[in-house]
């Protein structure tokens, strides 16, 4: 196994890599297909010294040099290549979370056949980087439970060009993704907040004087034809209510109480109810939409979580 302490892979999360930035060590080891080649070598030497045959010899140095090329530009495929941080949707637990690993080539020189494999993914994916050029590589990573998630280990290897080294590295990205509790099949009880009329509904109040920019259809026509001057129908409809999700500060089963308030939380923004959530240690106002959901469910996915 060859080793090689300078060069290697940056870890990074910046356009450029830090003054100091470590990279990561890059190790070479032959293939079956190297191992064959090996051989092969050695028993063409092996030949030449018996024989003392001049072409043994041409052919055996031959082999040797093709090795040792080999292994230099496996080594200078992944030499200098940079890793950025990895992102990840959200996802519910139990999910896949696919992450996007960006891949920078700043050199001059393209890298081929570079295989990235996540530690719990079971197949590697090869990609080719352009020269000065930047690829991103989805990794699908399992996540079991709500929490964050980070990619894990990843394994970066190439056997460009002749297939008889293989040269890898294995690091850990930066970034994360956050993980949903996974949604119980029945969301949990909300208490509602009353809520106060507001005009311009269809159960009748009463009558007022009318104002200019009333609309039309609300005027009393037949109260005008009395003679009781120009009315216009006032009426109320009840607001939306708030639901209120909640969390006990010592809930029995916590993992299953915000699987419920998950549920809870799909329900009311499929409803369109404005909804808010109380946690022990945090509260959230009640709201509505697609930004109000995730800031929801993300406070439920980190509760009790290191951030």
């Not at 079956?32 to 090996?38: D, N």
Request: glycine fraction near 12%; hydrophobic fraction near 45%; proline fraction near 8%.
């Amino acid at each position: 196994m060859a080793r090689h302490p300078e060069g290697g892979i940056v870890v990074t999360h910046r356009s450029k890599p830090p003054a100091g930035t470590r990279a990561a060590r890059l190790y070479a080891l032959p293939t079956r297909a190297g191992a064959l080649f090996t051989a092969l070598a050695l028993a063409t030497l092996i030949g030449a010294v018996n024989y003392d045959n001049n072409l043994g010899y041409m052919l055996a140095f031959l082999l040797v040099g093709m090795g040792l090329v080999s292994l230099v530009h496996a080594y200078r495929n992944l030499s200098g290549l940079q890793v950025g941080e990895a992102s990840a949707l959200p996802v519910f637990a139990g999910e896949h979370a696919r992450f996007s690993l960006p891949l920078d080539n700043r050199g001059g020189r393209a890298r081929y056949g570079v295989e990235v494999r996540a530690h719990r993914a079971s197949a590697p994916i090869a990609v080719d980087v352009p020269a000065d050029g930047m690829v991103w590589v989805q990794l699908d990573v399992p996540a079991p439970e709500r929490g964050r998630l980070a990619p894990g280990r990843i394994t970066l290897a190439t056997r460009f060009p002749l297939g008889i080294w293989r040269c890898l590295v294995r690091l850990r990205p930066l970034g994360s993704g956050v993980v949903y509790p996974k949604p119980a099949a029945q969301a949990a009880p909300a208490a509602d907040s009353g809520g106060r009329p507001r005009l311009g509904g269809d159960d009748f109040q009463g009558f007022r004087a009318y104002r200019p920019g009333d609309p039309l259809r609300a005027v009393h026509w037949k109260g005008l034809a009395a003679g009781r001057g120009l009315l216009t129908r006032e009426a109320v409809e009840p607001e939306a209510q708030v639901l209120w999700l909640e969390l006990e500060r010592e809930p029995a089963d916590l993992e299953a109480r915000l699987s419920e308030l998950t549920a809870a939380v799909l329900a009311a923004h499929r409803a369109g109810r404005p909804f808010g959530l109380r946690l022990p240690d945090q509260c959230i106002e009640p709201g509505a939409g697609d930004d109000h959901r995730a800031r929801c469910l993300r406070a439920l996915a980190l509760y009790g979580r290191d951030e």
